[in-house]
């Protein structure tokens, strides 16, 4: 049960309320598993209205000006939700990467901590990612991944990364769970 309420969609102004929809309602990203409901995350951010628009004008701009491929773009978010131990997160994304065409197998390997199963660019990505989150970035990592991904793209792999990673620690400490039943980190309720 999560500790704060999540807010009442009606008890908000209701030039706010769309504030609540998910990012591909709002922006027109397509058809998202997540099109045409209130998440959980957005509804316990309500109760700062200030914090929760500050909050999606940040995250449309990591989704669209990081540089990263959509694909790719999950990749980092899925890695950060798996070495937080995020489920809200991992739930959230796992069917978002499914439908921007990442496969099962790529999205097991993050899972599995197998980044050495996907292709080099991704590997070092995931690679990356996973220092990243835990804190220690390494000379070869960094090396690795600058290979693959020019400095204005690094950053926005750390500035998607960073934001998710906060992210995790708030819906862990708010204990926010998923809409419906968890996905499972191997995919067994998928």
Known sequence: MTRIDPVDPEA???????LLETASDTEGEGDHSLSG?????????????????GFRDYLSVLWHQSGLTPHERELVILTTAARTESAYEWHQHVRVALDEGVPPEDILAVSRGRY??????????????????EGDVDETTHARATAHYPDEVLLGIGALAGNYLGLARVLEALEVEPEDAFVGWDLENL
Request: hydrophobic fraction near 40%.
């Open 37 to 53: 409901g209130r998440l959980n995350v957005y509804r316990t951010l309500g109760r700062n209205l200030d914090l929760l628009e």
């Open 12 to 18: 908000l102004p209701a030039e706010k309320r769309s």
């Open 116 to 133: 050495d199963a996907l292709e080099p660019a991704h590997s070092a990505l995931v690679e990356y990612v996973e220092q990243f989150v």
